[in-house]
């Protein structure tokens, strides 16, 4: 949609942008267009969208003949879209909290969104409760946000949350947006990252991803202080000084131990 047709049909229908949703809408087509590109989904494939919106990426995806399940937490949005698009045999649209919803929203070989950037950390978090995990996600992340996760061992931005993911997937920076090409403008950029998830087996069965990352969120609770201060391990070394299999390694030491 470009910018008058999503003001339009917010004036139409009695909507507006909420910032406590962290609302700010697409509105460049050809980003748009090249967002899509980017999933690489092929006919038939199962794909959900989070926080679709007015539909700016919803549309081009229902055109490449996908499975699509959108997931809009806002009702009034929620409305406009089942309106808009319920003469698509592929859509289904479910109106909730996608923390709740992703893990149960049924399996999936691709996810994309334009993840609000208050909730963007736990939205994710919730992508790895699902099982199998989606083989491709394409996400607009606050900047910050997006170098945190792809950051690698010894910089600032290395965290838990890098750890997580890299443990699963390939990450990818794919574009930077300016806020200018949203409405309402953000104040700061977004990064567009692609997720491709890694050849080998997960690392961790879904059942114990949530107990990998409360480990490693306890090694970084005090990231300048060495391990051997914050976990049960005889280590000298900072957390950010581990690599994501170190990190691994670690987790399946300290299980063995019964020391989680």
């Known amino acids: 949609m470009t910018l008058s047709e999503i003001?339009?049909?917010?004036?139409?229908?009695?909507l507006r942008p909420l910032e406590s949703l962290g609302q700010n809408f697409l509105f460049d087509q050809n980003i748009s267009r090249q967002i899509v590109s980017w999933l690489d989904a092929p006919p038939g494939a199962r794909v959900i969208e989070i926080g679709?919106?007015?539909?700016s990426l919803t549309q081009i995806l229902l055109d490449l003949d996908i499975e699509l399940t959108a997931i809009e937490i806002d009702k009034g949005l929620a409305r406009w879209l089942q309106n808009s698009f319920q003469l698509f045999k592929n859509f289904r649209l479910l109106?909730?909290?996608?923390v709740e919803l992703l893990p149960t929203a049924g399996p999936a070989d691709a996810v994309i969104g334009n993840l609000p950037y208050n909730v963007s950390t736990p939205l994710l978090i919730s992508l790895l409760d699902m099982d199998p995990l989606p083989r491709h996600c394409i996400f607009m992340l606050q900047k910050e946000v997006g170098q945190r996760l792809a950051a690698r061992p010894g910089t600032k931005e290395y965290g838990?949350?890098?750890?997580?993911f890299q443990s699963y997937y390939a990450l990818q920076s794919l574009k930077v947006?300016?806020?200018?090409?949203?409405y309402p403008a953000p104040d700061v950029d977004s990064l567009v990252l692609g997720f491709h998830l890694l050849p080998e087996a997960p690392a961790f069965p879904a059942t114990e991803r949530r107990a990998f990352y409360n480990l490693v969120r306890r090694g970084f609770s005090q990231r300048r202080k060495k391990l051997r201060n914050t976990l049960p391990v005889e280590c000298d070394l900072r957390p950010q000084a581990l690599s994501v299999v170190e990190w691994q390694d670690l987790y399946l030491q300290l299980k063995r131990e019964d020391k989680l």
């Not at 003001?7 to 009695?14: D, H, R, S, V, Y």
């Not at 838990?160 to 997580?164: E, N, Y």
Request: no cysteine; glycine share 18%; aromatic share 4%.
């Open 7 to 14: 003001k339009q049909a917010l004036a139409e229908n009695g």
């Open 52 to 55: 679709p919106g007015l539909g």
């Open 95 to 98: 109106t909730g909290d996608a």
């Open 160 to 164: 838990a949350v890098s750890i997580l």
């Open 177 to 182: 947006l300016n806020g200018n090409v949203f």
